[in-house]
């Protein structure tokens, strides 16, 4: 079993559509989440932090479920400018964090 | 600087040279780490430093991958040797101290062995 699971896709919605990512983690001591967005041909950039009582940044909406092991990505009324690489990435050492380990990722194309 | 700066932003070289690749990490940042990514793959960890502390080695594929930061800032991967499987972006990361915040990447180095 992958350490990160996220599924790979590709997604591909039209524009204005509201789209789900899901992804799983093996260690349920691990302590920090994140959304990272990978453009084509470019670094990881940080989305955003996944909080414990979930989290919203305007589109789009970060859930985090501890007992299952399980986070999620929304992004409502997707825009043609959504399109990357979506990597789910978790502190998988738990405690102080030595590094972070991430997902393969899963690919979103947003259709005009 | 504002961001995490790599160089070369390219390197092509034949099988069996060494290779140096570098990194400056944000200002101020104590922890550096390096990762790399083959053509339609994840990240994979190679190496983690946290200011004066051993590093992490852990990720390192084999005994021709090294690296070293000198005086807590720069860092430098080599890759002896080079092997085709070797070629891949490698991207390096920094973050204030540990990743709680997540880390900033810069933007790799392409590399591609022929």
């Known amino acids: 079993r992958k350490e990160v699971e996220q599924d790979p896709g590709p997604f591909n919605v039209p524009e204005g559509a509201t789209v789900a990512f899901n992804c799983t983690y093996s260690?349920?001591?691990?302590?920090?989440f994140f959304w990272y967005r990978q453009d084509c041909r470019k670094e990881p950039k940080l989305l955003m932090s996944v909080y414990s009582s979930g989290n919203e940044d305007g589109r789009f909406t970060a859930q985090l479920n501890r007992a299952s092991q399980y986070i999620s990505l929304l992004i409502r009324d997707s825009k043609l400018s959504d399109s990357a690489t979506y990597l789910c990435?978790?502190?998988?050492?738990?405690?102080?964090?030595?590094?972070?380990?991430f997902g393969s990722g899963t690919q979103l194309t947003v259709l005009p | 600087g504002a961001g995490v700066s790599q160089s070369p932003s390219n390197k092509v070289t034949e099988k069996g040279k060494d290779v140096e690749l570098r990194c400056d990490p944000i200002s101020g940042h104590t922890a550096l780490y390096w990762y790399r990514q083959s053509l339609g793959q994840g990240l994979e960890f190679l190496i983690y430093?946290?200011?004066?502390?051993?590093?992490?080695k852990s990720g390192l594929p084999s005994d021709r991958f090294s690296a070293e930061r000198t005086g807590g800032s720069v860092s430098t991967l080599t890759i002896q040797r080079t092997q085709q499987e070797d070629s891949a972006v490698y991207l390096c990361?920094?973050?204030?101290?540990?990743?709680?915040?997540?880390?900033?990447f810069g933007s790799g180095t392409r590399l591609t062995v022929v």
């Open positions: 430093f946290q200011g004066n502390s051993a590093p992490d």
């Open positions: 990361a920094s973050s204030v101290r540990e990743p709680i915040y997540g880390y900033t």
């Open positions: 260690n349920s001591a691990s302590q920090s």
């Open positions: 990435v978790v502190n998988l050492l738990g405690g102080s964090a030595r590094q972070l380990t």
